[in-house]
């Protein structure tokens, strides 16, 4: 199983593979800012999850349009938004009315993070 | 900055100011109108103005530590000060004749329901203007009396009038006192909030981190079973507190701008404020 993981958090970028590979046999593509995950365009457009986080810096280009850029190529994966944002922060209320997106706020249980791991290899 | 806690005493102290220039001017003209009649004393009221712009300048050197009561006693020295002044002079003005009588009275009655700082300096300054035409009226020989038309009901309708504009007036600063309030503590409810939801935004993600990181110490550390559950509760407080905090999130209205929200330089921003 291939999973995508956009976060500018360093620590939690690197920390995530290793987590999600004790509980399945997951191979990442990582990416820590929307112009990344561009240059990985190939590898992230195949992957079957994507785990977007929301804020990537002030200025930045979001998840939100990291999110259109997939869809705009494309993607069929499921996407969920992360995010260490207020639930009524524009940005993710933006996210939360795409529809097709969960959206998790951090810090995400462990076991919630395994449910969405199972439930994508079912 | 100007803080809405200070809009009250701003206005006071501006009223103050400008019931004691009133008085200066007002007192100049009254000067040189006198000038004319017989054996008017001018001392009256250069102890007016005297009184006057000494309050005027207590008043400018005050003006760094604005007071509502020293605006009140202000106001009612420099309303002692013009009718102790009025009352002198006036009854010169009715000997001479061809006098509109209580003129400046009237209009201090008036000044003072639109000026007064608070309710009491008010009903004063109108009593004082009121009681100075009385004394006045009745001083005056019984021959001038009969000469003086439409007093003291003239004077009294302008009391009267000073008094119900007072006291709308009043209930109308009260009004904006209770809405500069409402407003500072609206402003300031806003003000945690965004602390709360950016001492928030930092935290989750570390703690997120360290949420995985025990996950996966867990899993290669089976021994360390009992160390890791105690970093495991350390890390469910956190997120209690991350949970309390998000209750603040009801009170934050977001701007446009909010999309870009910092929370660094939202917690910087909020050290610099007063």
Redesign the interface.
């Known amino acids: 199983m291939r999973v995508l993981v956009l976060e500018d958090d360093d620590d939690l970028r690197e920390c995530m593979p290793t987590f999600l590979s004790t509980i399945a046999d997951v191979e990442c593509v990582l990416a820590g800012s929307v112009e990344q995950l561009q240059e990985k365009a190939d590898d992230a457009l195949r992957t079957d999850l994507a785990l977007l986080d929301i804020n990537l810096g002030r200025g930045l280009p979001s998840g939100v349009d990291a999110f259109d850029w997939l869809l705009n190529r494309g993607y069929a994966g499921r996407v969920v938004f992360t995010t260490a944002h207020a639930a009524r922060h524009p940005l993710v209320a933006q996210a939360l009315r795409l529809g097709r997106a969960t959206v998790l706020s951090k810090p995400i249980p462990r076991a919630r993070l395994a449910e969405f791991l199972h439930a994508e290899r079912t | 900055m100007i803080r809405t806690t200070d809009y009250p005493s701003r206005i006071a102290w501006f009223s103050a100011m400008l019931a004691t220039a009133i008085g200066i001017v007002g007192m100049l003209l009254e000067l040189a109108g006198g000038r004319h009649v017989l054996g008017m004393p001018d001392w009256p009221a250069f102890v007016s103005l005297a009184v006057s712009a000494s309050v005027f300048g207590a008043l400018v050197a005050q003006r760094s530590r604005k007071n509502i009561r020293f605006a009140s006693v202000a106001f009612v020295v420099n309303a002692a000060a013009i009718s102790f002044a009025l009352l002198v002079r006036d009854p010169y003005y009715a000997q001479a004749g061809d006098w509109l009588p209580f003129q400046a009275n009237k209009l201090g009655c008036v000044l003072a329901a639109l000026l007064a700082p608070q309710l009491w300096s008010a009903l004063v300054g109108v009593g004082l203007h009121t009681a100075s035409a009385g004394l006045v009226l009745a001083s005056v020989d019984v021959e001038l009396h009969q000469q003086i038309v439409f007093e003291p009901m003239g004077t009294v309708t302008f009391a009267l009038v000073g008094v119900v504009l007072t006291l709308y007036r009043q209930r109308r600063l009260a009004l904006e006192r209770h809405v500069a309030t409402v407003h500072a503590e609206t402003v300031a409810a806003q003000q945690l909030a965004r602390i709360s939801?950016a001492v928030?935004?930092?935290?989750?993600?570390?703690?997120?981190?360290l949420?995985?990181?025990s996950?996966?110490l867990q899993?290669r550390f089976p021994g360390a079973a009992n160390i890791l559950a105690l970093q495991d509760r350390a890390?469910a407080r956190l997120?209690e507190l991350?949970a309390l905090l998000?209750r603040y999130?009801a009170n934050?209205t977001?701007d446009?701008d909010?999309?870009?929200?910092?929370a660094v330089?939202e917690l910087e921003r909020a050290a610099l404020r007063p």
């Open positions: 939801l928030r935004d930092l935290a989750n993600t570390p703690i997120q981190t949420e995985l990181c996950a996966i899993q890390l997120t991350g998000q999130e934050l977001w446009h909010a999309t870009s929200l910092d330089a």
